[in-house]
């Protein structure tokens, strides 16, 4: 909800030829059989990574729909979505709990076995730091690309995307229902 609010709310403010870019994640393929419209706030059952999955899928959905109502009233502005890649921060801890994770910023000493010891390296080689995972926000926010509109990047590429992340009806759907839950009307 907090990209669909804040960006309504922003909306009257953005100038002619504007961008709003959303990150999303590659993660969004956690739901690759698209969102279960009865459980967007896991009612039903709640899963980190699913619950994870789920919120990246809605920000593609919200940023294609987003797309194809300005495209139709003609106002010149672009929404585009991306994934940052595997990035170096503290994310980790939302998903796999406070009490197992350490603060990679931290100077407290980390609790771990030996294969997470193991594992350590290998994690740090195959993620970014913090600044290259900002590179295709930076870029794609700095007019970069051209027809970019309603399309998904990663490492400043046109990324393709599978179906349940081209749902146009589940896109409009979970509009409407983001207006209701948010308590926004998203006008354009």
Same mark, same amino acid.
């Given at each position: 909800?907090g @990209?669909?609010?804040l960006t309504?709310l922003?909306?009257p403010?953005?100038?002619?030829?504007?961008?709003?870019?959303?990150?999303?994640?590659?993660? @969004?393929?956690?739901?690759?059989?698209?969102?279960?419209m009865?459980?967007?706030?896991?009612?039903?059952?709640?899963?980190?990574?699913?619950?994870?999955?789920?919120?990246?899928?809605?920000?593609?959905?919200?940023?294609?729909?987003?797309?194809?109502?300005?495209?139709?009233?003609?106002?010149?502005?672009?929404?585009?979505?991306?994934?940052?890649g595997?990035?170096?921060?503290?994310?980790?801890?939302?998903?796999?709990?406070?009490?197992?994770?350490?603060?990679?910023?931290?100077?407290? &000493?980390?609790?771990?076995?030996?294969?997470?010891?193991?594992?350590?390296?290998?994690?740090?080689?195959?993620? &970014?730091?913090?600044?290259?995972?900002?590179?295709?926000?930076?870029?794609?926010?700095?007019?970069?690309?051209?027809?970019?509109?309603?399309?998904?990047f990663?490492?400043?590429?046109?990324?393709?995307?599978?179906?349940?992340?081209c749902?146009?009806?589940?896109?409009?759907?979970?509009?409407?229902?983001?207006? &209701?839950?948010?308590?926004?009307?998203?006008?354009?």
């Amino acid at each position: 909800m907090g @990209h669909f609010a804040l960006t309504s709310l922003m909306f009257p403010l953005l100038n002619k030829g504007a961008r709003v870019v959303n990150v999303s994640s590659a993660a @969004h393929m956690i739901v690759a059989n698209g969102l279960d419209m009865d459980n967007l706030n896991a009612e039903k059952e709640y899963k980190p990574w699913d619950a994870y999955g789920r919120s990246k899928m809605e920000n593609i959905l919200f940023t294609k729909e987003l797309q194809r109502r300005v495209d139709e009233a003609g106002v010149d502005v672009t929404a585009v979505s991306l994934h940052p890649g595997a990035v170096r921060t503290d994310l980790a801890r939302y998903i796999i709990g406070e009490d197992k994770f350490v603060s990679m910023n931290s100077n407290e &000493k980390p609790k771990i076995d030996a294969a997470a010891l193991v594992a350590l390296p290998v994690g740090v080689y195959f993620t &970014k730091a913090v600044d290259r995972g900002a590179s295709s926000q930076i870029w794609l926010s700095s007019f970069q690309g051209d027809s970019v509109g309603g399309k998904f990047f990663q490492n400043m590429k046109e990324v393709k995307l599978g179906p349940a992340a081209c749902d146009m009806v589940k896109a409009k759907q979970l509009w409407e229902i983001s207006e &209701k839950l948010s308590g926004v009307e998203f006008k354009i």
